[in-house]
């Protein structure tokens, strides 16, 4: 699995845009960026994953660069509910599968 | 509601004793998991069943016990546990293809007490 780097916490207003980033500079080319949140007592929730393009959701939008070394998660208008912890993981395809890594995330406040 | 049902929601148990942690799915998936959160720790992997077939143990202690009947039901089977296995369990489910197979769906999870 690629090392992931998050910062430990973000503070974000409600309403503003929550741009939560990852570092992901050892990924190789078939590993997926993947990313899951979850709420305080809580199984973790999927929000979305990518490979090389930007994708969009219901969610969340995810940014992948170009040399897919990093990438950010937005929540395009952050609302209370979506205080969590935000993992960014990074996980190869084809055969693998659920062997989810789970680091420390990042901790979102969104404070009104 | 995300599809993966687990029961009992809280659970109080003595060393000495046997419980059952359970886990329903009802998305059609064909791999379910069993993951760990400890206090103040990542989730960890323990165990997971692809078709029904136990495919990974993460160097679980044989106190902890699966049991996958079908690939809709999942079983934790515990005994004789000590204080330090208090944790939060989360069963999760997943449906195989070639492509991206980590697109999980996790349950509420039981939280465990061992006194």
């Known amino acids: 699995d690629a090392k992931t780097t998050q910062p430990p916490s973000m503070d974000c207003a409600e309403g503003r845009a929550a741009n939560l980033p990852c570092n992901h500079s050892?990924?190789?080319?078939?590993?997926?960026v993947y990313w899951y949140r979850q709420i305080h007592s809580q199984g973790p929730q999927y929000i979305i994953h990518?490979?090389?393009n930007n994708e969009t959701n219901e969610m969340a939008s995810l940014i992948i660069t170009e040399d897919r070394k990093s990438s950010t998660l937005i929540l395009p208008h952050a609302t209370l509910r979506d205080t969590a912890v935000y993992y960014c993981?990074?996980?190869?395809?084809?055969?693998?599968?659920?062997?989810?890594?789970f680091g420390q995330g990042t901790i979102l406040t969104v404070h009104p | 509601e995300t599809g993966v049902t687990q029961t009992p929601r809280h659970l109080v148990m003595g060393m000495t004793n046997k419980k059952s942690l359970k886990c329903e799915q009802h998305?059609?998936?064909?791999?379910m998991y069993w993951y760990k959160q400890s206090a103040k720790k990542p989730l960890e992997l323990m165990f997971v069943?692809?078709?029904?077939?136990?495919?990974e143990n993460n160097s679980v202690p044989s106190r902890f016990s699966p049991e996958c009947p079908n690939s809709s039901h999942l079983f934790l089977h515990l005994h004789t546990l000590q204080p330090e296995d208090s944790a939060l369990y989360l069963c999760?489910?997943?449906?195989?293809?070639?492509?991206?197979?980590?697109?999980?769906?996790f349950g509420s999870g039981t939280q465990l007490s061992v006194l």
């Open positions: 999760a489910s997943s449906h195989i293809d070639r492509g991206a197979n980590e697109k999980l769906f």
């Open positions: 050892t990924i190789s080319g078939n590993e997926y």
């Open positions: 990518g490979l090389k």
């Open positions: 993981i990074g996980r190869g395809g084809g055969t693998s599968y659920g062997k989810l890594t």
């Open positions: 998305l059609g998936h064909n791999a």
């Open positions: 069943y692809n078709f029904k077939e136990q495919t």
